[in-house]
């Protein structure tokens, strides 16, 4: 028997078409995957299905019955729940209280609640415990949180909408033996991600959405990543970065059809770092979490650096950016000696982070793609030329990270989440001061094309002399982009891996070996 049915749904923002006659269902006992390209519409029908957004035309039925939610609450009290990638939990709760909010164990007592959590979370893998605060665990495990907390509800279907973008592969795991504990349950899961190969290891079925339709309804079984990935982009990868097109136009971006055959069978050439050192660390070390870690970064080079959660990993990333206080032997930037100090006031680093880590990442949604990608003082009369410069340049930004949108006009907000990492990333590389700087997560929930674009994004400010760290627990985003990377276990790198003699494969193999022991 369907749990979910969906017939005919259809949704528009203004003049965008963002879904087109949608029609499939999800079976009781069934895991169903759904994938596509950044702008294809998966957000917004997850949306839909869990009752936050009313289609504009369309029937949907939940166990036979008529399902029109009014709210994501309502949708609840339907039999849908949802969890999302970035689920915001009361910081003051303990893991207990929030895996258990809003269910009939909400207010019993302290000892049963804890006890309740602790069955399920070891149940499904969650190395957690349930009395440590919500404010104390990694933000990005607040999906896993709310994933577990699905378990307790009685819920027939369940949208799991990119909780694993930012997981770590142990994590990965837990949020699978969720998913096939809700599957043996009889429940439904639709399950929305861009990691294509871990995905495939939970789904029963696959929903591939192109341009708001139903493009691919197959069996997960024999299904491939590589081919899979392909067919989110209509059989076609970027050939090139498309140009800019005449003033005030839209130029398409210029692709390529290619066979069903592996993303790395058409790598991009990677520019070779200089031998000139750009950064050089010797010896760092973050009480209780980094043991003694010698870093050389290279001038134009992109070095990755992941582990395990508890790896020392974050504290390292902290401590390069003068946020944690740490120690050194020795720092050197461009062969400038720096003060070593423990002082995170006067570190002896203080590199510049991005972290892909807020709603709308930290832009405000309400304001227009020109406004966001500049700060410069428009409507001087007196300045009409530096205002053509200024917006030339962001028409530029929008056709290089090829952003889907009729109109620079267009506020941010109504971009889809992809577009919106792409932008807020580019404007932060532009105007970030210093040439050698952290990345956190730099192509989190972006589809194949989309992290080629990052990857020449990062490229370019490599052709131009900086240097990138990127810290990341995703092992396909580290062979995309990195030259180098570092696989940090018990505060100090284990193992480096230069991705130029390896094959993405290769290296998403021996990371996942390496993490696989705990840290």
Known sequence: MDVLQVEGLAKAYGARRVLRDVTFSVAAGEVVGLVGANGAGKSTLGD???????????????????????SAADARHLGVGAVEQLVRLDPDLTVARAVFRDTELAGAPDARVRARARAVLADVGLDLDPDRLVADVPRFVHGLVEAARVLAEDTRLVVMDEVSAALTPTEVDGLHAIARRLRSQGRGVLYISHRLPEMLEVVDRVLVLREGRIALDAPAEGLDPAGLAVAT?????????????????SAAPVVIPVARTAPEAVPL???????????EVRNLRVPGSAAGLDLTLRRGEVLGLTGRRRSGLQEIAGALTGEIPAQADAVSLHGEDRPVTADPGTAALQLAAYRPDDDAYGMDPRE?????????????????????????????TVHRMNVRTMSIRTVFGALSGGDQHKLALARWMAATDGDVVVV????????????????????????????????SVDPDELAEVCDRIGVVCDGRVEEWLDTHEMSAADVRARILGAVATPA
């Open 48 to 70: 839909v299905v869990a009752g936050r957004y009313a289609p504009d035309a369309g029937l949907m039925t939940v166990d036979g019955h008529a399902y029109a939610p009014l």
């Open 233 to 249: 982009l209509d059989g076609a990868v970027p050939a090139a970065r498309p140009e800019a097109g005449p003033w005030g136009t």
């Open 269 to 279: 050439p990677r520019p070779e770092p200089s031998g000139d050192v750009a950064l």
């Open 368 to 396: 227009t793609i020109a406004r966001t990608l500049t700060d410069a003082e428009w409507g001087r009369p007196d300045d009409l030329r530096t205002e053509i410069a200024t917006l030339r340049g962001v028409i530029d």
């Open 440 to 471: 956190h997560e730099p192509t989190r929930g972006l589809d194949l094309r989309s992290r080629r674009e990052v990857r020449r994004l990062l490229d370019d400010a490599t052709a131009h002399g900086r240097s990138v760290v990127v810290v």
